[in-house]
Each structure stands twice: as C-alpha cells, then as structure tokens.
C-alpha cells in the first residue's frame, strides 16, 4: 500500500478483518445448520444403542469367535453362530455359550448361512465345500443336500438358507462361476427348480449372500454385488428390486444378508456400509440402525443377521468378533423417517 496515507491503510485494515471476521461467523452458522439439519438415519436412534446386548470376543474358546459369519435363531429360542474357522457355537437365549464343534471337513473353513429345520436339524451351508449339510445340533451328520457341481440341485458357493414352514420350502442362493442362482427345495432336501443367471440385468444375480422369506412366501435375496434386494414370488417371478449402490438412505453397498422380522419388516445387513437398513416389504426405506466402528450398536463389515422368536434382531458383527443382539419392541413405535 506504498503512496497511501496512514489513515486510509488504516481504515483498510479494519473493512478487511470486518469482513474476514463476517465470512468466518457466518461460515459458522452454516455449518452449525448443517449439523443441526443432518438427516437422524445416519445413527442408531436414540433408546436403540441402550438395549444392545454384546457377545463374545476374539478368541477360540467357548463364547469366543473368529470372525462369525452366519447366525440363526432357534425356535427354542437359543440360537447358533458359524464362524470363519467352520465352529458351530450353539448359545442359550441369554447368550450363555452351551457347546461348540468344528464341521468335520474345515480345512477351508467359511460356511456362511444355516436355518433349522422342523425336525430340529440344522441345515449349513458349507460354502467352500459346494454342499448343504444337515446335522444336529451336537455335530452328527444326518446327510449332504447335493454337493460340488453346476448341475441344478447342486452348488459351487451355496451361501444362504431360508425356510418357509408355512409351504414347504427350503431356500438356498448360491454363486460362482457364473452360476449365481436361487435352488428351492422341499424341506425334506427334494430338488425343485433353480432361477436366476449372472449379470446385472433387472432378473439376474451377482454374488447373492442372503435369502429371508415374509409371511406372503414372498422371497427376497441379497443380491450384494448388484447392491439390490431383489423380491420374488415362490416359482422365482420377479417382483421388484429396491435400493441402488451408495451410503445414502435407501441405498446399499453390498447387502450381504437379509431377515424378515415382525410386520414383515426387512433387516439388510451391509458389509461396506457397517450398518442395518429396515425396509417394508414393499422396499420402501424405513431407517438405518448402526453405523462404522467398535462400541455397542456399531459394526465392522458385518456379515449375516436374523429376528428370532423373541423378535430380537441379531447381527454378527464379523469384523469386530463378536454378536450384537438388539430388541426390536420399540421399532414399531417409532415413526417412519
């Protein structure tokens, strides 16, 4: 400002620093609303997170997990966790951990999804092995449903299981190369028919991880590399697909499992979003519960989930080595966002 007088560099100064200071509050006040005016469904509402329960640690020990990948609850109202190891961990209602094995093939280890069965037998999906195994739940191996094959009836990564008691159904989605599908058998393991193809088209499946059926029979199958849920009705006619690829509401970042709860509300876990997205069976977005990270009500690249029959939403919280079990009594009492 060479050639100026001191008066008016002066009075420079000061309209500079006044409007520095005026931009600096007023890009206050627009964060301050920003924050103010961020949408809820990022977060686990509030009186959620109080009522998480948290099972389990790192660990190879009875109530320890490594990596749990596959959860089912029981009509007892015990419930069963797979882990990466290929340990099957059967634990009281109250999460008291009762008994554990090892699937006796395990050397591959990473079965995902089981269901029970009416006659009490569990049904695991043992995934890198290519076949269904139905066993008790002390370990004894009652028979193989198909096994390591393209053929119909048959798998390649069997990945999920899901039963109908109502009608007579067994669910199993499966994937790799390229014989991404959904088989339906009849619950004592009698081959009916097999739908879907690779790819992305509205019909077609990549890498489906989970499959839940509502009180309809309609059928809905985590199609996580498609980012979609995709519905269908008992002979595999697609219905619709909901959600798209993307960390806002409605949307999904690999969905890898799914569970119809009370008023056939839908639970989608997602492994890349650490979250729970509810949605009607209509596919309409309902919240989001959870969020990344390690306290309770978080998740890290949570694998699997089911509503047992005390209507409590279990999740395997996978990266984090443990179960999270969350009551869903105040879900029909809070409005839809």
């Known amino acids: 400002m060479r050639g100026l007088s001191r008066p008016i560099v002066l009075l420079v100064t000061v309209v500079l620093v006044t409007l520095g200071l005026a931009?600096?509050?007023?890009?206050?006040?627009?964060?301050?609303?920003?924050?103010?005016?961020e949408p809820t469904f990022y977060k686990t509402p509030d009186g959620f997170a109080k009522k998480w329960k948290v099972l389990g640690k790192q660990g190879t020990n009875l109530g320890e997990f490594q990596q749990p990948r596959g959860i089912v609850g029981l009509k007892d109202g015990s419930f069963v966790?797979?882990?990466?190891?290929?340990?099957?961990?059967?634990?009281?209602?109250?999460?008291?951990?009762?008994s554990v094995f090892c699937m006796k093939d395990h050397e591959l280890g990473n079965p995902k999804g089981l269901c029970e069965l009416p006659n009490k037998h569990l049904l695991i999906c043992d995934?890198?092995?290519?076949?269904?195994v139905e066993m008790t739940i002390e370990g004894e191996i009652i028979k193989f449903w198909g096994h390591n094959g393209f053929e119909p009836g048959n798998f390649t990564h069997p990945m999920s299981a899901a039963i109908d008691l109502t009608r007579g159904f067994v669910y199993i989605v499966n994937y790799g190369d390229y014989t991404d599908c959904v088989d339906k058998f009849s619950i004592d393991g009698k081959y009916?028919?097999?739908?879907?193809?690779?790819?992305?088209e509205p019909t077609q499946l990549q890498r489906p991880s989970g499959v839940a059926v509502d009180s309809e029979g309609s059928v809905y199958v985590a199609d996580s590399c498609n980012h979609r849920i995709s519905k269908f009705d008992p002979d595999g006619k697609l219905i619709k697909n909901f959600g798209e690829m993307g960390e806002a509401p409605g949307q999904l970042r690999y969905p890898y499992d799914v569970a119809c709860g009370p008023g056939d509300l839908l639970y989608v876990v997602e492994f890349n979003n650490h979250r729970v997205s509810v949605f009607d069976k209509e596919g309409t977005f309902m919240r989001a519960i959870g969020g990344p990270?390690?306290?309770?009500?978080?998740?890290?690249?949570?694998?699997?989930?089911?509503?047992d029959v005390n209507?409590?939403?279990?999740?395997?919280?996978?990266?984090?080595?443990?179960?999270?079990?969350?009551?869903?009594?105040?879900?029909?009492?809070?409005?839809?966002?």
């Open 293 to 307: 990270g390690i306290r309770d009500g978080e998740f890290r690249n949570p694998w699997s989930l089911t509503v």
């Open 81 to 98: 966790v797979l882990d990466r190891a290929a340990r099957v961990q059967h634990l009281a209602k109250d999460g008291k951990p009762l």
């Open 311 to 337: 209507g409590r939403l279990m999740v395997s919280d996978t990266a984090n080595f443990r179960v999270q079990i969350l009551e869903l009594e105040k879900e029909k009492t809070v409005s839809k966002i």
């Open 127 to 132: 995934t890198h092995y290519g076949r269904l």
């Open 192 to 200: 009916l028919m097999r739908w879907g193809t690779f790819g992305t």
């Open 23 to 37: 931009w600096f509050l007023l890009a206050g006040v627009r964060s301050n609303a920003s924050a103010a005016t």
